[in-house]
């Protein structure tokens, strides 16, 4: 994204983020996005929160700068970084890779120069959850079953129609992460937050 349009868009992501401040989101530590300079400085200004460069979307872009022939080979270095165990080692490993790569693929390189701490962000977090906030996995399944159902119904007969029938499947998945499948423990979550209660209530709305 050029400056201009991401200091276009700055204004946008500002807004859209204190209204949902002036809907009650409160407690934000952590956002995770694919590389959007508007989206970075809205969530430093307005959230004061940490902000996440997506693992995976930088991947591709990394990825973009080897021949087809050299991709997996430079997957397989990039990826000894998200293995170490400590955010130092980590930190050390990414710095090695790149210089190990710089001279091959000097855009690589600088790219990883400038990527460095915003790809790593998630390790600050604590190591439990690491597997489910260093990328947008999630929420883009999440949108792709929104897709997939939202396609079989075809046509909406209103707008509350879309409504019901996307935030059925919201407090679904709501339901899931919190009680069936918990999306993170709360142990680790209370390291973050005073206020994370100890136990979930029996159904979370």
């Known amino acids: 994204m050029s400056s201009t349009r991401a200091s276009e868009a700055e204004p946008f992501w500002t807004e859209f983020l204190r209204s949902l401040n002036r809907r009650g989101l409160r407690g934000v ?22 902000w996440q460069r997506c693992r995976v ?18 997957s397989a270095a990039i990826g000894t970084v998200f293995v170490q165990d400590t955010p130092e080692a980590a930190k050390t490993q990414w710095r090695s890779v790149a210089d190990q790569l710089r001279s091959k693929f000097p ?40 897709k997939r159902r939202t396609n079989v119904v075809g046509i909406f007969p209103n707008d509350a129609s ?38 979930l209530p029996a159904v979370a709305r």
């Not at 930088?58 to 050299?70: I, S, V």
């Not at 120069?113 to 959850?129: C, G, I, Q, S, W």
């Not at 979550?189 to 136990?199: A, F, I, W």
Request: net charge positive; proline share 3%.
């Open 107 to 146: 855009k690589l390189g600088a790219l990883m120069d400038d990527a460095e701490n915003d790809v790593l962000a998630f390790m600050t977090f604590p190591r439990a959850h690491w597997p489910q906030i260093y990328s947008t996995n999630p929420l883009e399944r999440l949108n792709a079953e929104i």
């Open 29 to 50: 530590k952590l956002v995770i996005s694919d590389s959007h300079e508007g989206i970075k400085a809205a969530v430093s200004k307005v959230l004061k929160a940490t």
């Open 57 to 74: 979307h930088f991947m591709r872009n990394a990825l973009a700068h080897a021949g087809k022939t050299q991709r997996r080979m430079v």
């Open 162 to 199: 879309i409504t019901r029938l996307v935030g059925a499947m919201m407090l679904e998945q709501n339901d899931e992460w919190s009680l069936n499948r918990r999306y993170m423990q709360l142990e680790g979550l209370q390291t973050l937050c005073d206020t994370v209660p100890t136990r």
